[in-house]
C-alpha cells in the first residue's frame, strides 16, 4: 500500500496515516509506504503518528520523495521512527528544533521542550539503530542534510530514484515489528494507492490558514446579515455552518487569540461608524484594528501557518465596505416613516368630516375614522394625524402659514 503526505502534520493528516496503518495490517499487505513531504507541524499529531508506527505489525517504509522534497521538523521524527527510512535524491531533512506556536515560549520553557523532544528522537533512533548523534543535533541545532550526506551518517536506509527501484531495494530486507522479525518481499509487488477520503480532503482543505480565515468573515457576514434581517435564514445557516467549521479549522492551527478580539473589535467599529458621527475615526480604527488582528491571527514562525499578505488587504477594505453598506442601509429602513398599517397613518393630512373636540369624524387617506382633538376642531377644517390608538385617530389643526 502506498499513500501520499503532503504539507503540514496536523490532525488531519495524523488520521489519514494511522487508517492507512491500520487497513494495511487488516487486509495483511506486505508494507506500506508513506510517501513524505512536509514542513512539520504540530506536537500531538506527530507523536500519534509515531504509536500507531511502533505498533505496527505490516514495516512502515517512509519515503521522503519526489525530489524536491523535505521532512523537516515533524518530518524528521516520523522518518526515522519508520521500520525503514528511505529519501530521493535531491530531498532533505532535518532542522527538528521545537519551536513554541500560538504563544511564544520562555528560556526555561524552551530548554525544557527542547530536552523532551531530544529524549524522544533519541529513544527513536536507538530502537531504529540510526545514527542517535545527529538526531540530537537536528534538534537542539537544527542541523540539515541532503539525501547523500543522509546516507552516509546514517539516518536513513537507503536513497532511491523512484517508487519502483525502492521497492526492488528494500526486497528481502529483514525489520523488526510486534510480531517479530519480518523479511520483506517487495521484488514486483503490486502497488495499492489509498487515496485521502472526501471528508479528509473537506478538513485538510478547511484546516488551511488562508481558508479557515474566509470562512471566519464569511461567519461574520452571515450572522450579521441575519441579525439585522431577521427571518433571511439563510445567509444565518450559512454565517453558522463557516463559522463551526472555522472554529474547527482553528483546533490545528496556533491561533493567536489577541488578533482574534482585534478583528471582532473592528467589526464592532464598523457597525458603530454609520450609528454615531466620527468623521471617519471609527472605520480608520477598525481598518487598523482588523488589519493588525489578521497579522497577528496565526502566530508561527513557519509560513506555511501564516495568513497571506494578499489575502488579508482586500478581506480588510471588503469587510469595512460590507459593513458600511449593509449597517447603512439597515439604518436608513428604521428611520424612514412607515408607509403601511396604521402607524402610516401618522402625519398625514386629513378634513374634518364633522366637528371634533372629544369625539367626530374626519376624512384621512380615502377613509373615515373616529378622532378626537385636544381642541376644537371645526368641520372642513383640514387635520393633521397625531396618533393612532385602536380604531380612533387623535388629530390636531393644520397650521396655516
Known sequence: MVITVQGVINPVSSEYIEKS????????????????????????????IIKVINGSEVPVVVYVAPSGARA????????????????????????????????????????????????YIKSIAERRGRNVEWAEDAVRKSVSVTAREALKLGVIDLVSRNLEGLLDKIDGMKVKTPAGEKVLHTGGASVVRKEMGLRLKI?????????????????FYGLFFEFTNPGSIFPGVVGGICLILAFYAFQTLPVNYAGLLLIILAVILFVLEVKITSGGVLTIGG??????????????????????????????LITAFFFSVTVGLAVKAWKRKPVTGVEGLV?????????VFEDGMVLVHGEYWRAYSDVPIKKGEKVIVESVSGLRIKVRKEERR
Open 21 to 48: 496503518i491500520e487497513e494495511a495490517n487488516e487486509e495483511g499487505m506486505e508494507a506500506l509506504v508513506i510517501e513524505l513531504d512536509t514542513p512539520g507541524g504540530l506536537d500531538t499529531s506527530m507523536r500519534s
Open 72 to 119: 523537516a521538523s515533524a518530518g524528521v521524527f516520523i522518518t526515522m521512527a519508520a521500520h525503514i527510512a528511505a529519501m530521493a535524491p535531491g530531498t532533505n531533512i532535518g532542522a527538528a528544533h521545537p519551536v513554541g506556536i500560538g504563544g511564544k515560549m520562555d528560556k526555561t520553557m524552551v530548554e525544557k521542550v527542547t530536552n523532551d523532544a531530544v529524549a
Open 347 to 355: 402625519g398625514l393630512e386629513g378634513v374634518a368630516h364633522t366637528d
Open 203 to 219: 478538513l485538510a482543505l478547511i484546516s488551511n490558514p488562508n481558508i479557515a480565515y474566509i470562512l471566519m468573515l464569511l461567519g
Open 287 to 316: 481598518i487598523i484594528s482588523m488589519t493588525i488582528g489578521s497579522i497577528m491571527l496565526f502566530e508561527s514562525p513557519g509560513p506555511f501557518l501564516k495568513l497571506s499578505i494578499y489575502l488579508i488587504v482586500p478581506a480588510v
